[in-house]
């Protein structure tokens, strides 16, 4: 409700931008507070008579905020390059050398996250030119957090197929993942468990998981899974074909959106 409220509030001023001609709206600081509120009555009468206009203005301001967003989040992902593509901390899978590179925020407890792991799977095996970067965003709270950080200490010891072979064993763990559940996977596939407990505890793995939770912030991700081709942001599990999609556009002209 309160939402919903916002957003009439910030449509009806939109609403008055847009239906005030422009030189009234370069004069309309010396409106005296009288010809202010009968222009304000005007458009309130307006909307009374024609509610159905706000539904209109209300796709045109989300129109303009999702432009701004990505042109925002466009801007983050050209100053935060180095870290999103070249941490020592992230997952690399896939071609290491390739050509394109495919950035996943994930939280080893989003469903969607599940769910997307098939679509990189299939990317990976189908595009033998393509990176993959996975980054440890555990927004879901304490368990997640704990699970990461497993699973970045993990990294000390495992690398490429083996590396993402435990990444997927923790993702496809049924109910909720913890550290418990995370360690438990890796006791499985022969860690050296000692190492690992004292890796977790480091002050590294501390300020890779800082880092990431920090860069998710800079790009303005809601949730996960989050993806990023390019210079483009795209949230949620998307499915197989746009993220293909997206990645043969930044072959063919370098951007993920051809146009």
Request: net charge neutral.
């Amino acid at each position: 409700m309160r939402s919903s409220l916002l957003k009439i509030g910030q449509a009806v001023a939109l609403l008055g931008t847009l239906a005030m001609p422009p030189v009234a709206m370069a004069q309309s600081s010396v409106f005296t507070n009288q010809q202010k509120q009968a222009i304000g009555e005007i458009v309130k009468d307006y909307l009374l008579k024609n509610p159905e206009v706000l539904t209109e203005v209300i796709a045109e301001l989300e129109k303009r905020q999702g432009e701004a967003q990505q042109v925002a989040q466009a801007g983050a992902v050209k100053e935060t390059r180095q870290s999103l593509l070249n941490a020592s901390h992230s997952y690399v899978v896939g071609n290491p050398s390739g050509d394109v590179t495919l950035v996943e925020f994930f939280d080893y407890n989003c469903g969607y996250c599940k769910k997307a792991l098939a679509d990189v799977q299939t990317l990976m095996k189908s595009d033998p030119k393509l990176r993959v970067v996975l980054k440890d965003f555990p927004v879901l709270g304490p368990d997640s957090v704990e699970a990461s950080r497993v699973a970045l200490a993990v990294k000390n010891q495992l690398q490429g197929g083996k590396l993402f072979d435990y990444h997927v064993k923790v993702m496809d763990t049924r109910g909720r993942v913890n550290g418990e559940r995370a360690m438990t996977v890796a006791k499985e596939m022969g860690l050296d468990m000692a190492r690992l407990q004292k890796d977790i505890e480091s002050a590294e793995i501390r300020n890779a998981l800082q880092e990431n939770m920090a860069l998710g912030d800079k790009l303005s991700l809601s949730g996960t899974p989050a993806f990023i081709v390019g210079e483009t942001v795209i949230p949620g599990a998307v499915g197989l074909e746009p993220l293909k999609q997206l990645v043969d556009n930044v072959r063919q002209c370098g951007k993920a959106n051809c146009g």
